[in-house]
């Protein structure tokens, strides 16, 4: 009998055989990952501040994934070697990149044709790790005891601030700032916070524009003073530090931090690695860590994570001017 009812209940029946195959096949290969070591890719020499985060990350995940992360370290280009290296990886979920706003978001604002990659297209979000404000600094025995002493001694003195790289995540923080303040600054570049300090404490450049949290020891131990800080509130870490958001100067960028595979790696790894860095991320040792030196973890899984950088990326846009462009493009 071939009665049309019994033909769409065969057709049902075989498609539902069908589809349980399939997801049998599939099912035992998923739940073997990752059955070999992952390398987490940090564009940072060790022991600096984003290879000291990639390698808790890396801690953190080994415990709970049951595998082995192992960190490793190429450096060169601000970070953007070590990007360009994951991009061309094989999506596979076994090579991740420690993502910086350096090298996802500042790069392709400022450079996009001078990088050999593409934000957001070659890379799949998996999670947003922390934020750190950058911060304003000058030596200890500056005269300047608040940043808005600074800003406004900007407006009738030529006063410089040292950064350690034209167009850098830093760099183009302090021109946010500058340029909300209604100021004019001579910025200094550097290759590297060492050298800039030691001028600054010598008096050849006015202050220093960088990421708080890898000097944070130094303000604590009476070297440097830290005038303000980037973000939205205070930090419970340096509760006596204002915001520039206090002073009316609105600067929201922060040096942040995520993990991101190559474009084209399965759904389910990706989800499968997000989960895990979200359990990493709600640990005692790694949140302590994190919020030691002024950090602040920061829970953004996948698409919110895309979001943000996509909205970082619209930040940086924002603050380039031709005069800025010409600087960056000079370097």
């Known amino acids: 009998m071939n009665h049309p009812a019994l033909k769409a209940l065969r057709r049902r029946t075989m498609l539902a055989l069908a589809l349980s195959l399939g997801l049998g096949a599939a099912?035992?290969?998923f739940a073997a990952y990752p059955d070999q070591p992952i390398k987490l890719v940090i564009g940072f020499p060790p022991g600096g501040g984003g290879d000291l985060y990639g390698r808790l990350i890396a801690n953190a995940l080994s415990k709970s994934l049951g595998q082995t992360?192992?960190?490793?370290?190429?450096t060169g280009a601000g970070g953007n070697i070590a990007a360009d290296l994951v991009a061309k990886a094989k999506p596979d979920g076994y090579t991740l990149l420690l993502a910086m706003s350096g090298n996802l978001?500042?790069?392709?604002a400022t450079r996009p044709q001078s990088i050999p990659y593409k934000v957001p297209e070659d890379f799949a979000p998996i999670g947003m790790i922390l934020e750190a404000p950058h911060g304003l600094f000058v030596a200890h025995g500056s005269r300047f005891k608040t940043a808005r002493e600074?800003?406004?001694?900007?407006k009738t003195q030529k006063l410089s601030f040292a950064s350690t790289g034209a167009g850098a995540a830093a760099h183009m923080g302090m021109e946010m700032v500058v340029k909300e303040a209604g100021v004019e600054m001579l910025h200094v570049a550097y290759r590297g916070s060492g050298p800039a300090i030691t001028d600054m404490l010598g008096g050849q450049v006015d202050s220093f524009f960088a990421t708080a949290s890898p000097l944070v020891n130094q303000v604590r131990q009476g070297q440097l003073r830290l005038l303000a800080i980037t973000g939205d509130k205070r930090n419970p870490a340096i509760p006596d530090v204002p915001t520039f958001k206090e002073l009316g100067v609105n600067v929201p960028v922060t040096q942040w931090y995520g993990?991101?595979?190559p474009a084209g790696t399965p759904d389910a790894v990706v989800k499968h690695l997000s989960d895990h860095l979200s359990r990493a991320l709600a640990t005692p040792e790694v949140r302590d860590a994190i919020r030691r030196d002024a950090a602040t973890e920061r829970n953004l899984p996948m698409d919110a994570f895309r979001g943000f950088i996509l909205e970082d990326i619209a930040r940086y846009k924002a603050a380039l001017?031709?005069?800025l462009l010409k600087e960056i493009s000079s370097k």
């Not at 992360?69 to 190429?74: G, H, I, L, M, T």
């Not at 978001?105 to 392709?108: F, K, L, R, T």
């Not at 600074?150 to 900007?154: C, E, I, K, R």
């Open 259 to 261: 993990l991101v595979a």
């Open 27 to 29: 099912a035992p290969a």
């Open 69 to 74: 992360v192992v960190a490793d370290n190429r």
């Open 105 to 108: 978001a500042v790069a392709p």
């Open 321 to 323: 001017t031709p005069a």
């Open 150 to 154: 600074l800003l406004d001694a900007a």
